[in-house]
């Protein structure tokens, strides 16, 4: 049998301040302290757990990493819930786009405070929304490709791609 990859179970992270990274993470994106060990403390919910460590932080070595919400409607609500939590997202006012052009999966991306780049995403986000007609008509006016799509959205979304290169 081959082998076949999973979800990821644990990730560790050079920080800064361990302890004041995991507040962030606890206020901003929900998780809990998990345990504290020599060089830092775990934050984590019941499917991942995140070690944050003492060290210099080097986020251009990660690149991003994206997290799968399960519907185009979480991805709203958790714009909506960033926002009021004060976190800064890439495209303030045009957050959720393409992860890149032409790409069926849809996102949001925003920096922790030592750098490190982080997407909310959605698989096949037009296909799960066409499943729901409700949620298609909420956003139509968001998205490129659609009539209600302004012109300046895919100038927003080139800008997007280009940064994430």
Same mark, same amino acid.
């Given at each position: 049998?081959?082998?076949?990859?999973?979800?990821?179970?644990?990730?560790?992270?050079?920080?800064?301040?361990?302890?004041?990274? &995991?507040?962030?993470?606890?206020?901003?994106?929900?998780?809990?302290?998990?345990?504290?060990?020599?060089?830092?403390?775990?934050?984590?919910?019941?499917?991942?757990?995140? &070690?944050?460590?003492?060290?210099?932080?080097?986020?251009?070595?990660?690149?991003? #990493?994206?997290?799968?919400?399960?519907?185009?409607?979480?991805?709203?609500?958790?714009?909506?819930?960033?926002?009021?939590?004060? #976190?800064?997202?890439?495209?303030?006012?045009?957050?959720?786009?393409?992860?890149?052009?032409?790409?069926?999966?849809?996102?949001?991306?925003?920096?922790?405070?030592?750098?490190?780049?982080?997407?909310?995403? #959605?698989?096949? &986000?037009?296909?799960?929304?066409?499943?729901?007609?409700?949620?298609?008509?909420?956003?139509?006016?968001?998205?490129?490709?659609?009539? &209600?799509?302004?012109?300046?959205?895919?100038?927003?979304?080139?800008?997007?791609?280009?940064?994430?290169?």
């Amino acid at each position: 049998m081959a082998l076949e990859l999973g979800v990821i179970g644990h990730f560790g992270l050079a920080v800064r301040d361990p302890k004041a990274s &995991a507040h962030w993470w606890i206020e901003k994106l929900n998780l809990r302290h998990e345990f504290d060990f020599s060089a830092g403390v775990a934050v984590g919910n019941d499917v991942l757990t995140i &070690a944050l460590f003492r060290g210099v932080p080097r986020p251009e070595a990660l690149g991003h #990493v994206s997290f799968h919400l399960g519907s185009l409607r979480e991805l709203q609500a958790a714009v909506r819930e960033l926002r009021r939590k004060g #976190v800064e997202m890439e495209d303030a006012g045009d957050e959720i786009g393409p992860e890149a052009p032409g790409s069926p999966h849809y996102g949001l991306w925003f920096h922790d405070p030592d750098g490190y780049r982080w997407e909310l995403s #959605v698989q096949n &986000a037009l296909k799960r929304s066409a499943a729901r007609p409700s949620a298609t008509r909420k956003s139509a006016a968001k998205r490129p490709g659609t009539k &209600a799509a302004s012109s300046s959205k895919g100038r927003t979304t080139t800008s997007r791609r280009k940064r994430r290169e």
